[in-house]
C-alpha cells in the first residue's frame, strides 16, 4: 500500500493495527534522520514519539500539498528546533565568521562525513541534513523551517564551509 | 572552492547516508500506548465486552471441530506419524484484531473442512493465556512476562512436507486477524 491508502485505512479504522502499518512504513528513514539531527538515542526516541502525537492528531486535515514523508519531516524538525531553543542558550551559528576554510578539502568517505555532520553546531548539522542528505531544496527547507530561500541558502553554504573545515582538521590529525 | 556548490563525488558520499534505522519494538509500542491514551487510535483491550467474548468463542469453534474430524472424535486422541509431524502455535500480540464474529465462526469452519480435504490429519487446543513460565531459578506470571506475546491455541499435524504445513498455516483465519503462526517440525531422534 502506499502512504494515500495507508493514511485512509487508518482514519477509517483509527485501529492499533493500521496505525502500526503506517508508522513501520515510515518511521525507519525519520528515525535516522532524527539520530543524526540530535546525536542522542533518547532524545530521538522521544521526538518519534512527539512527532506521531502531533501527526495523528492533524492526520485528517493533511491537504496532501507535500509528501507525507515531507509533512513528518517538517514537524520532527520543528520539534528538534523547539528542543534545542527550550536547551540551548548559545546557537553555534554564531560562530560562523571565525571558521577557516580549506580550499581543496573534498568529502574522502561517508563514515567521516557521518563524523564531520555529528561535529556540526545543530543549526549547520539540520540544514546539511535536510539539503544535501535529505534532498529538500531550499524552496521546501523554506517552509519547513519557516525562514526565506536566501536565509537556507545562506546557512547551507556556512554549514558546508565548516564542515569541510572539520574534515580538514581530521585528515591532519 | 565554491561552497554553494559540491563535487558529484560529494553527493554520492551525502545519498549514501540515506539508509533507515528501524526502531525497536519497545519505541512502537510506547506510542502506540501514548496514541491510546490520548484516545487517537482505538484500543483494543477496550473492546465492547461481548465483542471480545463472542470472538473468542467463534475462535474456539475451530477447536471444536478438530474433535469432529479425528478418526476418535476426541481431539486429545489422535495418532500420527513423529516423521510426519508438525505443531502449529499461534501467537497473539497487540497486533491481533477479531473480526465480525459469525464471519470468523464460517473462516475457522472453512478452513478446518479445508485441511480435512487435503488428508492433513490434525489435532490441536485453545490455549489459557494464564501460564506459569518455569525457568532455573524463578517462575514468572506468563501474562506480566511475555505481555503483549500470547501463544493463544496449538495444533499438532500430520503432512507430507514442511511446505504443505505451512500453507495450512497460511490458510488459517488467525494470519487474516493479525496473529503469527509459528511452526516446528518434530525431530525424531
Known sequence: MDDRQLVEQFLKTKSEKAFRQLYRERTPHLYQMALRLTQDDSLSDELIQEMWVIAIRKLAEFQWRSALKTWLT?????????????????????????????????????????AGIAQLPPGYRQIIILHDVEGYKHREIAQLLDITEGTSKSQLFHARKTLRTFLSEDSTK | MNEEHL????????????????????????????????????????????????????????????????????????????????????????????????????????????????????????????????????????????????????????????????EVAQENPHIKYGGRIEVKPFIVR
Not at chain 2, 501467537?91 to 473480526?99: A, D, I, L, V
Open chain 1, 74 to 114: 517538517g514537524i520532527l524538525v520543528n520539534l528538534y528546533r523547539n528542543h534545542r531553543k527550550a536547551n540551548e542558550k548559545m546557537d553555534a551559528l554564531a560562530d560562523e565568521d571565525s571558521v577557516e576554510v580549506s580550499s581543496e578539502l573534498t568529502f574522502s568517505n561517508a563514515h567521516d562525513l557521518e
Open chain 2, 7 to 166: 563535487s558529484e563525488e560529494e553527493k554520492k558520499l551525502f545519498r549514501q547516508l540515506q539508509t533507515e534505522k528501524p526502531t525497536s519494538p519497545a519505541l512502537e509500542d510506547q506510542i502506540v500506548n501514548a496514541l491510546k491514551q490520548e484516545g487517537l487510535i482505538n484500543d483494543n483491550q477496550r473492546r465492547l465486552p461481548w465483542v471480545q467474548w463472542a470472538a473468542a468463542a467463534a475462535i474456539a469453534v475451530v477447536f471444536f471441530f478438530v474433535g469432529q474430524y479425528t478418526q476418535t472424535g476426541k481431539a486429545d486422541v489422535l495418532e500420527i506419524n513423529p516423521e510426519m509431524g508438525y505443531m502449529l502455535l499461534l501467537h497473539e500480540t497487540e497486533s491481533f484484531q477479531p473480526g465480525d464474529p459469525m464471519d470468523m465462526f464460517n473462516e475457522y469452519k472453512t478452513w478446518m473442512e479445508g485441511t480435512f480435504a487435503k488428508g492433513v490429519t490434525i489435532t490441536g487446543q485453545e490455549l489459557d493465556n494464564k501460564a506459569v513460565f518455569v525457568g532455573p531459578s524463578d517462575s514468572l506470571d506468563y501474562q506480566s512476562a511475555f505481555k503483549p506475546h500470547l501463544t493463544t491455541g496449538y495444533f499438532v499435524l500430520e503432512a507430507e512436507s514442511l511446505e504443505q504445513a505451512i
